[in-house]
């Protein structure tokens, strides 16, 4: 079967990357016939093994890249960050009063762990990472303080000074009215061009500040590798010529643009078969 066969619409890329290979797989959505291929996975550079498959794969089938009408990707890289603590080193800003709120976390232990022997696992951002700034917005979303933009002046300088490359903004009841985690965003872009910065109300958007602080952080920290890893992607499949969209699957089992992991990068984590 060559590429001329059906049309160009009709093949379909799908690349797993696991620890130890690389899995790949084509399939002509017309005819259903399907090609697979598997590579050594690269850890230094996972993009050069998922490159691999897909020239290996592409020369198995006939196929060429021009007639590819979307590439699939599912990946643990945000994952494995997240397990290894490999991630940027990130702070949080939050509302006045619950800096602890990491910290405190939930008051039940995981079930099978003896209650007086169990030790809570560090936080992904440590208390001396955490700054708030004065504001308060109440559970249904009425404002009943506003946002102090001095306070947020000096939260600035003292991100300036932790060192840091991501800031995650996470204020409370902002699922309810995000106006004031917008504007904390809005600001620390402006000031410091130079970190990835993530709003709560971009990632998880409900109720609980232990979870939705808990994925904001997460989401900030994993960003700036995984948006440098999925530009290495970009770059290396318009080099070979691949015209068709790059879709990354989601922990939902959904697929979603490159623009949309790069600014919710979380979204990947347990994406894939994997």
């Known amino acids: 079967m060559t590429s001329h066969d059906h049309p160009a619409t009709s093949y379909?890329?799908?690349?797993?990357?696991?620890?130890?290979?690389?899995?790949?797989?084509?399939?002509?959505?017309?005819?259903?016939?399907?090609?697979?291929?598997?590579?050594?996975?690269i850890?230094?550079?996972?993009?050069?093994?998922?490159?691999?498959?897909?020239?290996?794969v592409l020369a198995d089938s006939g196929v060429t890249p021009g007639d590819l009408a979307q590439v699939l990707?599912?990946?643990?890289?945000?994952?494995?960050?997240?397990?290894?603590?490999?991630?940027?080193?990130?702070?949080?800003v939050t509302t006045r009063?619950?800096?602890?709120?990491?910290?405190?976390?939930?008051?039940?232990?995981?079930?099978?762990?003896n209650l007086y022997s169990w030790v809570k696992p560090p936080r992904p951002v440590?208390?001396?990472?955490?700054?708030?700034?004065?504001?308060?917005v109440a559970a249904r979303g009425a404002v009943l303080a506003d946002l102090d933009e001095a306070s947020v002046a000096a939260a600035v300088a003292t991100l300036r000074d932790m060192d840091v490359e991501a800031v995650g903004v996470c204020l409370l009841?902002?699922?309810?009215n995000p106006d004031h985690e917008r504007r904390v965003a809005e600001i620390l872009r402006r000031e410091l061009?130079?970190?990835?910065?993530?709003?709560?109300?971009?990632?998880?958007?409900?109720?609980?500040?232990?979870e939705r602080s808990l994925a904001t952080v997460l989401n900030a920290q994993v960003m700036p590798g995984v948006s440098k890893y999925v530009e290495r992607l970009e770059t290396r499949l318009s080099e070979a010529k691949?015209?068709?969209?790059?879709?990354l699957m989601q922990s939902n089992g959904g697929v979603a643009g490159t623009e949309a992991i790069r600014s919710g990068p979380a979204l990947t984590a347990l994406s894939g078969p994997a």
């Open 193 to 210: 061009p130079d970190l990835a910065i993530t709003c709560s109300t971009d990632i998880l958007p409900v109720v609980r500040e232990y």
């Open 173 to 176: 009841h902002a699922y309810a």
């Open 12 to 41: 379909s890329l799908a690349v797993d990357i696991g620890g130890t290979f690389t899995d790949i797989s084509l399939m002509d959505r017309v005819s259903g016939h399907v090609w697979r291929a598997k590579t050594p996975s």
């Open 126 to 136: 440590p208390t001396s990472r955490i700054v708030e700034v004065d504001e308060r």
């Open 73 to 92: 990707h599912g990946t643990t890289v945000a994952t494995n960050m997240m397990l290894e603590a490999k991630g940027a080193r990130t702070a949080l």
């Open 242 to 247: 691949v015209q068709s969209p790059l879709l």
């Open 97 to 113: 009063g619950f800096r602890h709120v990491l910290a405190i976390g939930r008051q039940d232990i995981p079930r099978k762990a």
């Open 43 to 56: 850890a230094a550079d996972p993009s050069r093994a998922f490159m691999n498959g897909v020239e290996a």
